[in-house]
């Protein structure tokens, strides 16, 4: 393929970020233009690698444990992020390298970039990755990505590409006061993406958005949720820790494949509400709250999709979110193109009334949702979370 149409690829990936929303300033465009992403992932033609999906790069017992991330969430991240020429970036996740190379655009010459990553052939292939797309001069470590780098900080932005449930004290400590930083927070079951900003108490919320993203891994990830494969790994329920022993992954596959019936909410509520408001408010003021998804072949053969409220439009996992027991499960499903229902799976135990009930609370608490949750980390990493 020659330049003239990898570069059209490119623009092409640009305007649909752009038609999107995602991609909202020149600096941001302008990387994704020139970073040749088909260089990160060259086992793929130039014509998958630039659309707008994930691509898994490394597989554990058939269940990708890290991907070059859908460009959509990796221009809103690095939007939220706002990284500055000359500024100092860590990056906590390698993957392909991409996201270090786009970083290393938006930081210029003047600035610097380092991508810490656990798994010493990820850093290898984004090493290789890096040096053949012209980006020589970013630093990727081997290391506990939790643990961040001392001797690179302080730093003026962190930003993480693997999900955590806690933000590390170590990326707090090494973020300047001012500084940014963005992650992929699983607060409870549910993860959204969140821009902090460093200040002297610690880290303050300033946006969030809705993102699904693979779990840091390592001697440091943290163990407050855990996942509970569904009778295939990359099917899998996410719950606290705590409900998780109430919990038997067989039973559950089994309560899945059982016949399924639709009730419709109580309270009017569409599809972008179910994400942007009532998971949050279902998450954390429900212990038996539960977030559901899927990836790789049986999100493309359209195993689940009748499930599942979203393909590869939640930035590539197909994902759903309700309550569950031992017996039960309740779920949103999609109805149409934008409304919902509430799909109940096993036998009967007071869940469908659960989750009415607490959809009912949340629209007469006004709706809150991502906008209106505020967001604040201590030092020591003790996190608060509020509706405004």
Not at 247 to 265: E, F, I, K, M
């Given at each position: 393929?020659?330049?003239?149409q990898?570069t059209?690829?490119?623009?092409?990936?640009?305007?649909?970020?752009?038609?999107?929303?995602?991609?909202?300033?020149?600096?941001?465009?302008?990387?994704?233009?020139?970073?040749?992403?088909?260089?990160f992932?060259?086992?793929?033609?130039?014509e998958?690698?630039?659309?707008?999906r994930?691509?898994?790069?490394?597989?554990?017992?058939?269940?990708?444990i890290s991907?070059?991330?859908?460009?959509?969430?990796?221009?809103?991240?690095?939007?939220?992020?706002a990284?500055?020429?000359?500024?100092?970036?860590?990056e906590?996740?390698?993957?392909?390298?991409?996201?270090?190379?786009?970083?290393?655009?938006?930081?210029?010459?003047?600035?610097?970039v380092?991508?810490i990553?656990?798994?010493?052939?990820?850093?290898?292939a984004?090493?290789?990755?890096?040096?053949a797309?012209?980006?020589?001069?970013?630093?990727?470590?081997?290391a506990?990505?939790?643990?961040?780098?001392?001797?690179?900080?302080?730093?003026?932005?962190?930003?993480?590409?693997?999900?955590?449930?806690r933000?590390?004290?170590?990326?707090?400590a090494?973020?300047?006061?001012?500084?940014?930083?963005?992650?992929?927070?699983?607060?409870?079951?549910?993860?959204?993406?969140?821009?902090?900003?460093?200040t002297?108490?610690?880290?303050?919320?300033?946006?969030?958005?809705d993102?699904?993203?693979?779990?840091?891994?390592?001697?440091?990830?943290?163990?407050?949720?855990?996942?509970?494969?569904?009778?295939d790994?990359?099917?899998?329920?996410?719950?606290?820790t705590?409900?998780a022993?109430?919990?038997?992954?067989?039973?559950?596959?089994?309560?899945?494949?059982?016949?399924?019936?639709?009730?419709?909410?109580?309270?009017r509520?569409g599809?972008?509400?179910?994400?942007?408001?009532?998971?949050?408010?279902?998450?954390?003021?429900?212990?038996?709250?539960?977030?559901?998804t899927a990836?790789?072949?049986?999100?493309?053969?359209?195993?689940?999709?009748?499930?599942?409220?979203?393909?590869?439009?939640?930035y590539?996992?197909?994902?759903?979110?309700?309550?569950c027991s031992?017996?039960?499960?309740?779920v949103?499903?999609?109805?149409?193109?934008?409304?919902?229902?509430?799909?109940?799976?096993g036998?009967?135990?007071?869940?469908?009334?659960?989750?009415?009930?607490?959809?009912?609370?949340?629209?007469?608490a006004?709706?809150?949702?991502?906008?209106?949750?505020r967001?604040?980390v201590?030092?020591?990493g003790?996190?608060?979370?509020?509706?405004?």
């Open positions: 393929m020659t330049q003239q990898l059209g690829l490119r623009a092409r990936l640009v305007a649909h970020l752009r038609a999107r929303g995602d991609v909202r300033t020149e600096r941001v465009a302008a990387a994704f233009e020139r970073v040749p992403r088909h260089l992932v060259p086992e793929l033609a130039p998958e690698v630039y659309t707008d994930s691509i898994a790069i490394k597989l554990q017992d058939g269940v990708p991907s070059s991330s859908q460009p959509a969430i990796m221009a809103e991240m690095l939007e939220m992020l990284p500055a020429a000359g500024d100092g970036v860590l906590i996740g390698a993957g392909s390298g991409y996201n270090a190379a786009l970083l290393a655009e938006l930081v210029g010459p003047s600035g610097y380092e991508t990553d656990l798994d010493d052939d990820l850093v290898a984004a090493r290789s990755h890096l040096d797309a012209g980006y020589p001069h970013v630093r990727a470590i081997c506990d990505g939790a643990r961040g780098d001392p001797h690179g900080a302080a730093f003026d932005a962190v930003i993480a590409t693997v999900g955590v449930e933000i590390p004290p170590a990326w707090i090494q973020l300047r006061d001012g500084g940014r930083l963005v992650a992929p927070l699983t607060i409870r079951s549910m993860q959204k993406v969140v821009a902090f900003e460093r002297a108490a610690g880290l303050e919320s300033r946006a969030i958005v993102a699904g993203f693979m779990m840091l891994r390592g001697p440091s990830a943290s163990e407050e949720t855990r996942t509970i494969a569904l009778g790994p990359a099917i899998v329920l996410r719950v606290l705590a409900h022993g109430t919990l038997d992954g067989s039973g559950l596959a089994h309560v899945l494949r059982a016949p399924a019936y639709d009730t419709v909410p109580v309270r509520i599809l972008e509400d179910t994400w942007n408001g009532f998971s949050l408010w279902l998450a954390l003021t429900d212990d038996a709250s539960c977030r559901l990836s790789g072949p049986r999100v493309q053969d359209g195993t689940v999709p009748n499930l599942l409220l979203g393909g590869e439009s939640l590539g996992t197909s994902a759903t979110f309700g309550i031992a017996g039960e499960l309740i949103f499903a999609r109805r149409g193109s934008y409304e919902v229902v509430l799909r109940s799976f036998t009967p135990a007071g869940g469908l009334a659960r989750m009415q009930n607490a959809i009912a609370a949340w629209d007469r006004g709706r809150p949702g991502n906008a209106q949750l967001i604040t201590a030092p020591d003790t996190m608060r979370t509020a509706f405004a």
